[in-house]
């Protein structure tokens, strides 16, 4: 029986450029021809095969024709060493500008990347770079800088995001990467306003219960949610964006971990998508102000416990009374302490028994 080879093949990548000119130089040299007898015989200037020869002017096709009359040689083979060349100066040039970039990724959680299986892990730093840049879809730092750095989107102006980009940013690609592979129906406000009511009654569920539940229909509704767990220094709870105009993304990290914050987060980037611009994107983080935000947290806490019934909220003062009126509006009573304890009616560490902690499943 043949034994099965064992040996691992490696290819072989030069980390030099030779021009198709020197070959040209090689084959004239063995025709026993001079540049300036070549450059007659092919109709060119002098000047243009001595920069043909030296890799400075590129060897075009036409080139390639008029050197196959001359040398023999057939044109098909003088074009491929010239796509050849060309290829390894961008290569050189790539790893020579990615090298210049090796401090930028000290800045990029790539280690969480590679745990996340996102990318794959190198022992050469500049080929990690590579793959987070792929990651992030850009061709270069400044790319990434121009995107992920611009003052136009609201967030961007936080003084949390300005501290920790890279991270935030991370968290956030992690996102939509996951929401862009998501099946949408086009987005339609009515049916998402419809689902938002049924996803409410879902909040006495189990994670298990109502997270497919919640997926389902808000993708009924043209609108992906994606559950990605924190990354260290993002101290973000849920962000919005649209993906394309009619494809919307809400993105949560269960950063809390309580079923009040939890549902509030949600319904509050929610409110972004209802009332928001479609070329706005917004990310909860801590002390976020504005317009914007007011109006998505008027509509988190409008669509848990309906105003008419905020009256009642400064008279539940036990569990049982709690509980009892979160059954009548329908909602987890966790809810209706998280919003007793924002309000100061009661303090923080009141009838926390009540809610319900969530954690990712492993």
């Not at 023999?72 to 083979?77: C, F, K």
């Not at 994670?207 to 229909?217: Q, S």
Request: with cysteine; proline share 5%; charged share 25%.
């Amino acid at each position: 029986m043949a034994r099965k080879s064992t040996r691992t093949r490696y290819t072989f990548e030069p980390d030099y450029a030779v021009p198709p000119g020197r070959t040209l130089q090689e084959t004239i040299d063995a025709l026993g021809m001079g540049q300036r007898d070549l450059a007659t015989r092919a109709g060119l200037s002098h000047k243009h095969i001595n920069q043909i020869i030296h890799g400075v002017a590129p060897l075009t096709y036409e080139t390639a024709v008029r050197l196959e009359q001359v040398t023999g040689v057939p044109a098909r083979m003088w074009i491929n060493l010239e796509a050849n060349y060309r290829a390894q100066l961008a290569k050189r040039d790539e790893k020579e500008r990615l090298e210049s970039d090796i401090a930028w990724l000290k800045t990029i959680p790539a280690a969480e990347l590679v745990r996340r299986k996102k990318i794959e892990k190198h022992p050469d730093p500049v080929l990690t770079l590579k793959s987070v840049l792929a990651f992030f879809g850009v061709a270069d730092v400044n790319a990434w800088n121009n995107i992920w750095l611009s003052p136009e989107v609201a967030y961007r102006k936080s003084s949390v995001f300005r501290g920790q980009p890279e991270a935030i940013a991370t968290w956030l690609r992690l996102g939509e990467v996951e929401a862009r592979a998501v099946p949408c129906f086009p987005f339609d406000k009515v049916k998402f306003r419809a689902a938002l009511d049924e996803i409410r009654a879902c909040t006495v569920n189990k994670p298990e219960e109502f997270v497919p539940t919640m997926k389902a229909l808000c993708a009924g509704a043209g609108v992906a949610v994606v559950l990605i767990p924190e990354i260290k220094n993002a101290p973000v709870s849920g962000a919005t964006q649209w993906l394309t105009s009619e494809k919307a993304m809400i993105q949560l990290s269960l950063r809390y971990k309580t079923n009040d914050q939890f549902w509030f987060t949600f319904f509050h980037e929610a409110g972004h998508i209802l009332f928001g611009g479609k070329k706005e994107a917004f990310i909860d983080l801590n002390h976020m102000t504005g317009e914007g935000e007011v109006e998505a947290d008027r509509f988190a806490a409008g669509h848990l416990i309906p105003p008419d019934r905020t009256g009642e909220l400064h008279r539940l003062k036990s569990a049982q009374a709690i509980q009892v009126f979160a059954k009548a509006i329908g909602v987890a009573p966790g809810i209706v302490v998280g919003r007793l304890q924002h309000e100061k009616m009661i303090r923080y560490d009141q009838f926390n028994g009540l809610k319900i902690r969530y954690q990712w499943a492993m």
